[in-house]
C-alpha cells in the first residue's frame, strides 16, 4: 500500500525559501498527480499545487509566482519549494497523492492518499 | 476567504444523524464541477471520504453518504459514533479562480 511522507526543515527564516520533499514508498508514481496542501494553525485546508508524473504542474494562482514543485522518478520523490516566505506562510504541509480517474476530466480531481503532514514555522 | 462554504459546527448524540452543506456559486459546484469529501481527525491528515459527489473509497463505512443538488450539496452521517468526532471538508474545482479548492470545514461534534 502507497505510502508518503513529509520531510524538511521545521523552521524557515522570513525572505527565505521554504523547501520540503515527499517520499512515495510501496506505489507507482505514474498516473498520478503529486500534490501538496497546507493548513495554518487552527485553520482550513489550501491546496498548493501539483506536478503530474509527466512533469506538467498546476499550481494554485494567489501562490503560483512563489511556488515549484518538482518530481524526481528516480528517488521516487516529489518537492516543494516555497520562495520569499513569510509568517503568513506558517503550516502543516501535507503531500498527497492525487487522482483522475480515466475518461474523466481534470477538474474531478481529488487526493485519495495522504502524508502524515509535516510543520514549518517562519520565523527569525 | 473560501468560495465553499459550510457550517463552521454541528453536534449530534450517538446514533443521530448529521447533514453537513457545502454551498457554491456557478463557478464551481453549479458550474457541475464535481465535490469530493475529506474527514480530519484531530491532529491527522485529511482521510478521502467520498469522491465524485457520491462514492466511497474501500473501506469507508456506509454510514457516510454524499449528495449534490444544483449548486449544494451534501455529506450525511448516520448512526453518529463518538469515532466521527472530526473535521470535514468538501473540495472542488472552482472556473474563476482557476483552482482546487476546499470549503471552510466543518467541525462535528458528538455530545
Known amino acids: 500500500q502507497v505510502q508518503l511522507q513529509e520531510s524538511g526543515p521545521g523552521l524557515v527564516k522570513p525572505s527565505e525559501t521554504l523547501s520540503l520533499t515527499c517520499t512515495v514508498s510501496a506505489g507507482s508514481i505514474s498516473s498520478f498527480y503529486w500534490s501538496w496542501v497546507r493548513q495554518p494553525p487552527g485553520k482550513g485546508l489550501e491546496w498548493i499545487g501539483y506536478i503530474y508524473y509527466s512533469g506538467g504542474t498546476n499550481y494554485n494562482p494567489s501562490l503560483k509566482s512563489r511556488v515549484t514543485i518538482s518530481l524526481d522518478t528516480s528517488k521516487i520523490q516529489f518537492s516543494l519549494k516555497l520562495s520569499s516566505v513569510t509568517a503568513a506562510d506558517t503550516a502543516v504541509y501535507f503531500c498527497?497523492?492525487?487522482?483522475?480517474?480515466?475518461?474523466?476530466?481534470?477538474?474531478?480531481?481529488?487526493?485519495?492518499?495522504w502524508g502524515k503532514g509535516t510543520t514549518v514555522t517562519v520565523s527569525s | 476567504q473560501s468560495v465553499l462554504t459550510q457550517p463552521p459546527s454541528l453536534s449530534g448524540a450517538p446514533g443521530q444523524r448529521v447533514t453537513i452543506s457545502c454551498t457554491g456559486s456557478?463557478?464551481?459546484?453549479?458550474?457541475?464541477?464535481?465535490v469530493h469529501w475529506y474527514q480530519q481527525l484531530p491532529g491527522t491528515a485529511p482521510k478521502l471520504l467520498i469522491y465524485?459527489?457520491?462514492n466511497r473509497p474501500s473501506g469507508v463505512p456506509d454510514r457516510f453518504s454524499g449528495s449534490k443538488s444544483g449548486t449544494s450539496v451534501s455529506l450525511a452521517i448516520t448512526g453518529l459514533q463518538a469515532e466521527d468526532e472530526a473535521d470535514y471538508y468538501c473540495?472542488?474545482?472552482?472556473?474563476?479562480?482557476?483552482?482546487?479548492?476546499f470549503g471552510t470545514g466543518t467541525k462535528v461534534t458528538v455530545l
Open positions: 456557478s463557478s464551481n459546484i453549479g458550474a457541475g464541477y464535481d
Open positions: 473540495q472542488s474545482y472552482d472556473s474563476s479562480l482557476s483552482g482546487y479548492v
Open positions: 465524485g459527489n457520491s
Open positions: 498527497a497523492r492525487g487522482v483522475v480517474p480515466a475518461a474523466m476530466p481534470l477538474y474531478y480531481y481529488y487526493m485519495d492518499v
